[in-house]
């Protein structure tokens, strides 16, 4: 299977939009049958070809099977069944109550219809489960679908180029591959929805390119995901290890990574001594070891941001800092670290933990929230009441109790970002509603006629007393 990956040319990007949006017309996406036949289809294509789908990863960014197997492959997979399953209950019209003694006669109704052609633009790190995740809600939704992969990872892009084609409908689902000139000429054209994952900067390219068609759009952008220590949760060495397991997935290039630790002061040296028990029972000759198939930095760019990161902060570094030439960087913990460092001042999205010492739960929340909000909060602690204080006093696009990284292996629960890291969610079931149009529906009876006198012209007072009723409404003292 080849590897380079080649982009389509704008004249190929506009033949698949015609072609899509002629299938979306004729009907045909619309039965269920052929919706769960093309979910177990897209879940049948990652099963027959794991190898070339971890194979691919591996290259492009040295993931290691385990990861991209289970925290992917397994996970897209299970995405689809789960929707081929459910797709039926979802996709059936909702019946509200409606109060009477008029408009409960008019069959109010809700039906989940298919927006139209929508547009899904992936991320290079986790190639496969932030790009055919999304592309499951679609085809649930009954949507047709181009699903635009990462340039920065090229051979992720060329396996799922090549491979859907042979399993999905290519009239209804299409794989564009390029780089900035044709993800902007695909936003040039106007999409009934657009689902977007990377960094905050493109994000707002996309949301703007978006609102000139007026088309509504999901971002999942990131953010520094916080791991706070509640001072009263005694099982240090458990959350050290859970805090260091999920900044060590895909080498800490991802978008619910734990991007820093506040840490109180009275437990500041055993956590960090927690820290590196966990780190040599992990690694115990280091991460480069040839066994240990530590994972690449995507490129020379981000390998000398990272680089430049660890350069000008005046925190201490506790383990780590080796570099492998411009490719791989050791997972470096640092502790000491201040607001103002370097290492504070934007998403790290690498394998680099700062340590930030706090005086106690308040001044914890109020650190974390004077930055911006969030993809995710890792709240340790076993109190019920602090628990309540992480819901209520923070904000973060989700909450994740004494673990990190896990929230996606939960299907039934929204995925998704608020304020700067991102706006609408997706996953299970909200990947269905994402792309999915609720359309009210009302029928008014033709026999309903003698009901409905008082609402015509002429009025007159009796007409006055009988409408206004529900403004006479006797409303409950507080």
């Known amino acids: 299977m080849s590897?380079?990956?080649?982009y389509h040319t704008t004249d190929e990007?506009?033949?698949?939009?015609a072609l899509l949006s002629k299938t979306f017309k004729s009907g045909t996406t619309?039965?269920?049958?052929?919706r769960r036949r093309q979910l177990l289809q897209?879940?049948?294509?990652?099963q027959e070809n794991i190898k070339a789908f971890e194979d691919a990863v591996l290259s492009d960014i040295g993931k290691p099977r385990l990861e991209s197997n289970q925290g992917e492959i397994g996970s897209s997979i299970a995405g689809a069944l789960y929707a081929a399953d459910n797709l039926e209950e979802w996709s059936k019209p909702e019946k509200p109550f409606v109060k009477g003694p008029v408009r409960d006669k008019w069959d109010a109704s809700v039906y989940k219809l298919p927006k139209g052609l929508v547009l899904v633009i992936g991320p290079w790190n986790y190639p496969y489960i932030l790009t055919i995740g999304p592309l499951v809600g679609a085809i649930a939704a009954g949507c047709t679908c181009v699903v635009k992969a990462s340039e920065l990872s090229p051979a992720s892009a060329t396996v799922m180029c090549e491979l859907f084609p042979k399993y999905l409908d290519p009239n209804a689902y299409s794989f564009v591959n390029g780089a900035v000139s044709e993800t902007t000429h695909l936003l040039d054209l106007k999409w009934n929805h657009i689902l977007f994952t990377g960094s905050v900067k493109t994000g707002q390219i996309v949301a703007?390119?978006?609102?000139k068609h007026i088309t509504p759009v999901t971002l999942e952008l990131g953010g520094k995901s916080c791991a706070l220590i509640d001072p009263d949760f005694d099982e240090i060495e458990v959350a050290a290890r859970r805090i260091l397991y999920g900044k060590q997935q895909n080498t800490g290039q991802l978008c619910?990574?734990?991007d820093y630790v506040l840490v109180p002061r009275a437990k500041y040296d055993d956590f960090v001594a927690g820290l590196l028990k966990a780190y040599k029972e992990f690694w115990p000759n280091g991460p480069f070891h040839e066994?240990?198939?530590w994972g690449k930095i995507v490129n020379a760019a981000h390998h000398a941001r990272l680089r430049d990161l660890l350069a000008r902060t005046k925190g201490e570094i506790v383990i780590g800092g080796e570099f492998d030439g411009d490719k791989r960087i050791a997972l470096t913990i640092v502790k000491n670290v201040q607001l103002d460092d370097a290492l504070m001042e934007d998403e790290n999205f690498g394998p680099i933990l700062p340590l930030v010492a706090v005086d106690d739960l308040n001044d914890a929340l109020r650190v974390m929230n004077t930055l911006p909000v969030p993809l995710a909060l890792y709240g340790f602690t076993n109190s019920e009441e602090v628990k309540q204080r992480f819901v209520h006093e923070t904000q973060s696009g989700s909450l994740v109790i004494n673990d990190t990284f896990v929230q996606l292996s939960v299907i039934?629960?929204?995925?998704?970002?608020q304020g700067r890291s991102g706006y609408g969610g997706w996953y299970g079931k909200d990947s269905y509603d994402t792309f999915t149009h609720r359309r009210s529906s009302i029928h008014v009876p033709v026999g309903m006629e003698p009901q409905l006198q008082l609402r015509y012209p002429p009025y007159n007072e009796e007409k006055y007393q009988l409408a206004s009723q529900g403004s006479r409404v006797k409303i409950p003292d507080v």
């Open 3 to 6: 590897t380079s990956l080649r």
């Open 13 to 17: 990007i506009d033949q698949k939009y």
């Open 30 to 34: 619309r039965p269920l049958a052929y």
């Open 42 to 46: 897209l879940a049948r294509c990652m």
């Open 208 to 211: 703007a390119a978006a609102a």
């Open 256 to 258: 619910v990574s734990p």
């Open 291 to 293: 066994e240990i198939g």
């Open 412 to 417: 039934e629960i929204p995925f998704g970002g």
